[in-house]
């Protein structure tokens, strides 16, 4: 059974850090791209963050650029997303997602909310 699971959500004031993690089961996260999604309430989902089956090419949403790093661990079938100088606009359900050919995996979010 497939299981991406997020944790390390939760609330921070703006400038802060925080540290996602996606725990990846029951399918061969190696030869999968991973990427981090986001939705705010009222918006579109956003794609944030991706990172290669090897980790060796990562691309960035304008938004996040510079603030946020994606990462994986394939040994640990898990990808990381290190976010810091959190803004107010940061405020979402972060999803993981791994995309392989037509084979696409959502995981169930963690919420991160920014604010004073």
């Known amino acids: 059974q497939v299981q991406l699971v997020e944790s390390g959500g939760g609330p921070v004031q703006p400038g802060g850090s925080l540290r996602l993690s996606c725990a990846a089961s029951g399918f061969t996260f190696s030869t999968y791209t991973m990427n981090w999604y986001r939705q705010a309430p009222g918006k579109e989902r956003e794609l944030v963050a991706t990172?290669?089956?090897?980790?060796?090419?990562?691309h960035y949403a304008d938004s996040v650029k510079g603030r946020f790093t994606i990462s994986r661990d394939n040994a640990k079938n898990t990808v990381y997303l290190q976010m810091n100088g959190l803004k107010a606009e940061d405020t979402a359900v972060y999803h993981c997602?791994?995309?392989?050919?037509?084979?696409?995996?959502w995981g169930q979010g963690t919420q991160v909310t920014v604010s004073s």
């Open positions: 997602n791994a995309r392989r050919m037509s084979n696409i995996y």
């Open positions: 990172i290669t089956s090897t980790g060796d090419y990562t």
